[in-house]
């Protein structure tokens, strides 16, 4: 299962900003609002601090990387584990278990 979600993190990472901010705003608005404001404190608020290299901050944009970190991988269930014994929900709890944000957001919710 680890390499699946490597690769679905992988091919996402592929993908232009603007569609994964698509992607993003699709499955939760407010992370989109929490990146424009990780960039604009960036932008606003660190031009006092400087990079490793010596060079002030004065602008970073989250990466590709860092978005496709953001988007929930969809469930699906795999026939090899069906053939094992692990049936779909067992699959699907186990896809929740495996990323704490995921986990939290379906155990948490109000």
């Known amino acids: 299962m680890l390499s699946k979600t490597l690769e679905f993190r992988k091919q996402l990472e592929t993908l232009s900003r603007e569609d994964l901010i698509e992607i993003i705003q699709s499955q939760n608005p407010e992370y989109v609002k929490q990146i424009n404001r990780i960039e604009w ?3 606003n608020k660190l031009s006092h601090l400087n ?4 060079s002030p901050v004065v602008e970073r944009q989250m990466t590709n990387k ?3 970190l953001l988007v929930d ?3 699906e269930v795999d026939n090899t584990f ?3 014994g692990l049936s779909a929900e067992m699959q699907r709890q186990i896809h ?3 990323d704490p944000c995921r986990w939290a957001k379906h155990f948490l919710r109000s």
């Not at 990079?51 to 010596?54: A, H």
Request: charged share 25%; hydrophobic share 55%; aromatic share 16%.
């Open 66 to 68: 860092e978005l496709a």
């Open 41 to 43: 404190v960036f932008k």
């Open 73 to 75: 991988e969809p469930f």
């Open 51 to 54: 990079w490793q290299d010596g």
């Open 96 to 98: 929740i278990a495996k």
């Open 82 to 84: 069906l053939n094992a």
